[in-house]
């Protein structure tokens, strides 16, 4: 009987070890999990900004160069959106 006792107490104890390591992997993998997601978010914002300014830099010199025709774009592309609109609103009942 005591034999049964000390073995359930092994058991337990080991149990209790293993459950205690298995968390502080556990907190670890979500620290270094979480610490990838960020840097990598943070990679990717980087190179967003950087097309976007490249993007509105090339949109500038363009309408700098071309000013009426920046002008003419962007009428028709304001006429183009209100008509889509207006489209959309008619068919509701």
């Given at each position: ?7 359930l ?8 070890l ?15 999990t ?21 993007y ?17 774009i ?11 609109f ?8």
């Open positions: 009987m005591e034999t049964n006792k000390n073995d107490t092994t058991k337990t104890n080991s149990f209790n293993d459950s205690r390591n298995k968390g502080i992997n556990t907190d670890k993998f979500l620290e270094r979480a610490h990838d997601v960020g840097t990598r978010v943070g990679e990717f914002s980087s190179n967003f900004v950087d097309k976007t300014s490249g509105v830099k090339s949109g500038r010199e363009y309408l700098t160069e071309n000013p009426i025709k920046g002008v003419a962007a009428a028709v592309a304001g006429a183009m959106v209100g008509s889509l207006t489209l959309s609103m008619r068919r509701r009942p």
